[in-house]
Structure formats: C-alpha cells, structure tokens
Nanobody, 122 residues
C-alpha cells in the first residue's frame, strides 16, 4: 500500500520558518523524483519544488526561490521542505508527490500525500 504522509505544518508569523516532512512507503522511493506542491483556498494547485532521485538536482518556483529548500533522505524514505522568510502568500495546503521523469522538466506524478496546512500570519 502506497503512502505519503506529510507533517510539520502549522501557524507561523511572517518572517518565520517551518520544516515540512513527508515519509513514504509502499514503493521504491530512491528511484523516484519527488516534489512539493501547494494549494491555497480558491486557487489551483501550484508547483513549489522538485528534487531528482539522487538529490543533486533541484528546481524551484520563482516565488519561493532563495527561501525554500527541498531535500531528501533515501535511507529514511523522507523528503523535506525547509521554508524560511515565510510570507502570508505562502499560506496553503502543502502536499508531497512522487513520480517519474518523462522528459527534461516533464514529470508524471504517480503518488500524492494528503497535505499539511501552512498558515502564515501578517
């Protein structure tokens, strides 16, 4: 049974930090690309960050570049998102995903977590 379980969300003041974690099971974690997405109320889900199977290649949305860092630990089947200098516009449900690379920068996301709420107050 495939599972992706996020944790670490919560309420934080603007300028603060949070670290999200996502623990995976039920599939071969180390061969998959991983990503974080977010969805704010009334808005479409948007890409936040991706990391390749090795952890050496990462990519970020322009809105979070320089503030967020994605990382993975293949020994612990965990992907994390360190979020610094948080802004009210970062408020959303954050979900992790695991998938495969179909072409450069083209992914097929096979598995999704349920998400964790991040709320940034001004």
């Amino acid at each position: 049974q495939v599972q992706l379980v996020e944790s670490g969300g919560g309420l934080v003041q603007a300028g603060g930090s949070l670290k999200l974690s996502c623990v995976a099971s039920g599939f071969t974690f180390r061969t998959r690309a991983l990503a974080w997405f977010r969805q704010a109320p009334g808005q479409e889900r948007e890409f936040v960050a991706t990391i390749d199977w090795s952890g050496l290649r990462t990519n970020y949305a322009d809105s979070v570049k320089g503030r967020f860092t994605i990382s993975r630990d293949n020994a612990k089947n965990t992907v994390s998102l360190q979020m610094n200098s948080l802004k009210p516009e970062d408020t959303a449900v954050y979900s992790c995903a695991a998938g495969r690379v179909r072409a450069p920068q083209i992914y097929e996301w096979d598995y999704w977590g349920q998400g964790t709420q991040v709320t940034v107050s001004s």
